[in-house]
Structures are given as structure tokens and as C-alpha cells.
């Protein structure tokens, strides 16, 4: 008689399996990046809304606090590409590098908007006794700064997510690894999010300034609930966890 040597493998669903572990990281970084970006807005507020920060006393720790947290938020958006990218591939390659992409390009879009104001931060410290002629042309260089900011959250978190939710919700739609209704919302919130960015870049927002952030509900709830149900349940069986690579 021959032993069974598969009989020890635990499915790919199991609780301890490869697939759950990632599943898990993959819903950790998710969750990661509201927790992050989240409390990030609410302490960049000092230099965003006082047009004389850069030569006011500043709220300095404040608005650096807030900087990292935007990193570890980019930090978290490039994870839950990486961690997802071994499942997904094997539903379309294509998409799923596609998806890794876009990730790491709001990421780096991210970045480029801690930057400036990082280096706002630093105008201020260095010419703290500026006064007179020089006043008003570090208020124009920080106003500079602060637009950057505002268009890379509006290019990066504003509009690549619906890309982001395109390429991921259809993976996820097509191979059924979590319910169908988490992929479904963030297909029909992509091109809202994109109606709302375009809108906002043509400088509809005074107006309609409540129905952008309504558009941007859907692709918010599709992202908190696919890293809720990746947390909490992992992936739900289906046949490319099972199916060879190639």
C-alpha cells in the first residue's frame, strides 16, 4: 500500500495556506492605505490652507507627520499590487502587470506631492526672519509648491484609482476570488471617479464641489471592502488557485 502523500496539503483557502497568507497581506496593506491617508489630509491642513505658512510660524511637526503618512500610503498602495500580482497573473498577465503599473505610478505621483511640501517646510525653517521685498516672493514660491500638491492628489489618488479599479475589478470580477458585488462596485466607480477628476480639472468644483466627492464613494467602498473581505475571509475557492502556472 502506498502512502497518500497528497492528503497533506491544505487548500489553497485554508487558514495558514500560501494563498491565505496573501490574501492577507494583500487586505492589510488595503486597509493600510485609509488608515494612512486618511489622518494624512487632516494634518497637511495647516499648509494647504494658509496661503502664509511659508512665512508664518508654521505647524512644522504637524505637517511632516501628516508627509510620512502619505509615504507609507504610497508605500501601501505598490504593496497590495506586489502581493496580489502571483493570484492574479493567472487570471490575465496582461492586466495584472497592468494593475502593478498603475499602482507604482500613483505612488510615485504621491510622492512627488510630499515633496513639495517637504521642501515648503524647509523654505519656511530657512528664511524665518524674511521680511519686507522677501515676504512676497517666498509666499509665491509656497503657493507654487502647494499647487503641485494639489494636482499630483488630484492625478494620483484623484484619478489613477480608477484605473486601479478597472484593471483590479476585473481580474477579481472574472476569477470570482472574492464576491462578485466588491469588484462590481469598483467598475461602475471608475469612470465616476474619472467624470469627477476631469470635472474638477476644469474647474467644476465650486458648484458641484458635493456631488465630486458622491462620485468618489464607489471606488472608496470598493477598495475598503476588498481589504475587509482579503482580511477577513481571504480568497474565495476558484479554479486559478488551483490551475498551473505557466
Not at 71 to 89: E, H, K, M, W, Y
Amino acid at each position: 500500500m502506498t502512502a497518500d502523500t497528497g492528503s497533506t496539503a491544505a487548500p489553497p483557502t485554508a487558514a495558514g495556506s500560501p494563498r491565505r497568507r496573501t490574501a492577507l497581506v494583500a487586505g492589510v496593506f488595503y486597509l493600510i492605505t485609509f488608515l494612512a491617508s486618511l489622518p494624512a489630509v487632516a494634518l497637511i491642513a495647516p499648509v494647504l490652507d494658509n496661503p502664509d505658512y511659508i512665512v508664518s510660524a508654521g505647524s512644522d511637526t504637524r505637517v511632516i507627520a501628516g508627509c510620512l503618512l502619505d509615504i507609507v500610503n504610497a508605500v501601501a498602495c505598490v504593496g497590495t499590487a506586489v502581493a496580489l500580482f502571483p493570484v492574479v497573473r493567472r487570471q490575465h498577465e496582461a492586466a495584472a502587470l497592468g494593475f502593478v503599473t498603475a499602482r507604482v505610478l500613483e505612488a510615485a505621483i504621491i510622492v512627488v506631492g510630499v515633496a513639495s511640501l517637504l521642501t515648503v517646510v524647509t523654505l519656511r525653517q530657512e528664511s524665518a526672519a524674511a521680511t519686507g521685498a522677501d515676504a512676497p516672493t517666498l509666499v509665491a514660491v509656497g503657493a507654487s509648491l502647494v499647487a503641485v500638491r494639489d494636482w499630483t492628489f488630484l492625478l494620483g489618488p484623484g484619478l489613477v484609482p480608477a484605473a486601479n479599479a478597472l484593471l483590479l475589478g476585473y481580474l477579481m470580477y472574472r476569477s470570482a476570488l472574492v464576491p462578485r458585488i466588491i469588484p462590481l462596485l469598483g467598475l461602475v466607480g471608475a469612470p465616476l471617479l474619472v467624470a469627477s477628476a476631469v470635472a474638477t480639472m476644469f474647474g467644476v468644483n465650486e458648484q458641484a464641489s458635493a456631488l465630486s466627492a458622491v462620485l468618489t464613494i464607489p471606488v472608496a467602498a470598493w477598495e475598503l471592502s476588498l481589504g475587509v473581505w482579503l482580511v477577513v475571509k481571504g480568497f474565495r475557492p476558484a479554479p486559478i488557485l488551483t490551475a498551473p502556472t505557466t
